[in-house]
Nanobody, 124 residues
Framework: VQLVESGGGSAQAGGSLRLSCDASAVAASSGCMGWFRQAPGKEREGVAAIYTPAGTTYYADSVKGRFTVSQDNAKNTVYLQMNGLKPEDSGMYYC???????????????????WGQGTQVTVS
């Protein structure tokens, strides 16, 4: 099982970044993929997720209207387009396979235990 994030970097407030998560077929087969972030001294939090069979998307309130999660099923790749970045969006961003409930993302944004190495996002 492999998840590889890329696309992080530095941006100014109001700017944009696009993250990519290349997933192995096993990870992608979970049906639910998500993006989490963790700032220093804070707990890891879910920010966006997608139920890949239907393309249903889920967002944390803090990023609604600014972030967009999407998928390329042919490539087993999940993207996170981040617009209108704020300094509080800074942190390490991780891609994860999540638990589905058959019709969508299961409540609680439950990771299956497969994580990438993360990609750093810094907004100033």
């Amino acid at each position: 099982v492999q998840l590889v994030e890329s696309g992080g970097g530095s941006a100014q407030a109001g700017g944009s970044l696009r993250l990519s998560c290349d997933a192995s077929a096993v990870a992608a087969s979970s049906g639910c993929m998500g993006w989490f972030r963790q700032a220093p001294g804070k707990e890891r939090e879910g920010v966006a997720a997608i139920y890949t069979p239907a393309g249903t998307t889920y967002y944390a309130d803090s990023v609604k209207g600014r972030f967009t999660v999407s998928q390329d099923n042919a490539k087993n790749t999940v993207y996170l387009q981040m617009n209108g970045l704020k300094p509080e969006d800074s942190g390490m961003y991780y891609c994860a396979a999540l638990v589905c409930d058959g019709v969508g993302l299961a409540p609680g944004w439950l990771p299956l235990g497969f994580w990438g190495q993360g990609t750093q996002v810094t907004v100033s």
